[in-house]
C-alpha cells in the first residue's frame, strides 16, 4: 500500500502563489501516477492535475491550465502542484491520490485546506 501525506496548504491573498507537496512513502513501485483533487465546500471533487512517475507526463483541468504546475521528485518521491495567480474559486482541501496503472485513483492523502481571499 501507498500512503500518501500532503502539506503546504495555507491562506493566500487572490494573485499570490502557494505550494503544495505530497509525499509518498510505501509500495512506491506500485504507483503510476499521482494526482491532485480539490473539494470545495457544497462541491463534488475535482481533477486539478496529475503526472507519471516514469516519463512526467501531465494533464491539467481547464480551469488552472497556465496557473497550476505539477512536477515531481522521483528521488524524493514527492510530487509538488505550484500554484500562481491564485483565485477565490481556487479555495478547498485539496486532496493527492495516486493510482497503479490502468486503475483509478484509489489510495488518497488526507487534504491540505487552501483558502484564498479576495
Known amino acids: 500500500q501507498v500512503q500518501l501525506v500532503e502539506s503546504g496548504g495555507g491562506l493566500v491573498q487572490a494573485g499570490g502563489s502557494l505550494r503544495l507537496s505530497c509525499a509518498a512513502s510505501?509500495?512506491?513501485?506500485?504507483?503510476?501516477?499521482l494526482g491532485w483533487f480539490r473539494q470545495a465546500p457544497g462541491k463534488e471533487r475535482e481533477f486539478v492535475a496529475a503526472?507519471?512517475?516514469?516519463?512526467?507526463?501531465?494533464d491539467y483541468a481547464d480551469s488552472v491550465k497556465g496557473r497550476f504546475s505539477i512536477s515531481r521528485d522521483n528521488v524524493k518521491k514527492t510530487v509538488y502542484l505550484q500554484m500562481n495567480s491564485l483565485k477565490p474559486e481556487d479555495t478547498a482541501v485539496y486532496y493527492c491520490a495516486s493510482r497503479e496503472i490502468g486503475r483509478q485513483y484509489d489510495v488518497w492523502g488526507q487534504g491540505t485546506q487552501v483558502t484564498v481571499s479576495s
Open positions: 503526472i507519471k512517475w516514469s516519463g512526467g507526463g501531465t
Open positions: 510505501g509500495r512506491t513501485f506500485s504507483s503510476y501516477a
